[in-house]
């Protein structure tokens, strides 16, 4: 079990840092293609001009933007990650034969695959792509379009929102990685789940490696390791052995948890956006008799 663990953790972490790779390359290539595009701005006194000439410039920029980035190398590198789904179906296949070796893959789990390679293909590379990187360019640039801002000012915009700063990583780093982490995490956790119901486990193991930026949730959850079902309710409102965590005023859950979830989805949503823990169901007998002592107390 703790063999097949790891595989399925390596798989995902392999396939993210893989993706994540060529990212900083891409970014340097996006800005040096801008640099010249933006030249073309209309400007006077050190300001851009709000103009048609400059406003029509703006479908120029996002067309070569779409044009530049969903290359040949890019769809590569997007359908080396959706391979990476292929084994790591095989992995958690593997790992449920363990503990029962007459198991038959359900015929719900291709479908659960193949709407989650639909979905990264869109966030990777179709509308969500556009929104969350390309728009996002266009956005700053028609705002010193529209407000008349000045050029210079813009041209260092630009580059940070581009390339990233000491602070914060850029544009498609930021972008990239939450959505390579939270699809092939979900993907993973999803297809886990649906097999674990199938074989009506009761328990898990929540584990995965602790960061400085890891929230007080996992932190607490991976300490405590071994989860029972009847306890998913009291642990998304804040509660693990006698410890109250801080909540969102908003959602009234965890901080960091993404809104709505519950004891019936957190499996798949775990800890949040960019969270890189696992929720592994186990049958009884893998569970230490002291945790199971515990609970009927």
Not at 41 to 58: A, D, F, H, M, W
Not at 241 to 247: A, H, V, Y
Request: a positive charge.
């Amino acid at each position: 079990m703790e063999q097949s663990i790891k595989d399925i953790l390596k798989t995902i972490d392999d396939a993210i840092n893989n993706f994540q790779n060529n990212v900083p390359a891409v970014q340097k290539k996006m800005l040096t293609e801008l640099l010249p595009l933006i030249k073309e701005l209309e400007v006077s006194r050190g300001s851009i001009l709000n103009n048609v000439n400059n406003l029509k410039l703006l479908g120029k920029i996002q067309n070569k933007l779409d044009e530049l980035l969903i290359n040949k190398s890019y769809k590569s590198d997007v359908q080396a990650f959706i391979d990476s789904y292929t084994q790591i179906s095989k992995l958690n296949i593997e790992y449920f034969s363990q503990f029962n070796k007459k198991y038959k893959p359900a015929k719900t789990l291709p479908i659960i695959k193949e709407l989650a390679i639909q979905q990264t293909i869109n966030d990777l590379m179709g509308d969500g792509f556009k929104s969350g990187v390309t728009g996002q360019v266009r956005n700053i640039l028609q705002q010193n379009i529209t407000t008349g801002g000045s050029y210079a000012q813009f041209q260092e915009q630009l580059s940070d929102f581009v390339l990233g700063t000491k602070e914060r990583e850029g544009v498609l780093q930021r972008y990239t990685k939450q959505i390579t982490t939270d699809a092939i995490n979900q993907y993973n956790a999803q297809y886990h789940d649906a097999i674990a119901q199938d074989l009506q486990f009761n328990w898990g193991r929540y584990v995965g490696s602790n960061l400085l930026t890891s929230r007080e949730f996992c932190q607490k959850l991976t300490k405590k390791e071994w989860i029972h079902k009847s306890e998913l309710d009291s642990i998304i409102k804040g509660f693990i052995d006698g410890d109250e965590l801080k909540l969102s005023k908003s959602t009234k859950l965890p901080l960091g948890m993404i809104p709505g979830t519950n004891s019936g989805n957190f499996k798949v949503r775990r800890g949040g956006y960019n969270c890189g823990h696992q929720f592994f169901w186990v049958p009884d007998s893998a569970v230490p008799d002291e945790v199971k002592s515990r609970l009927l107390k």
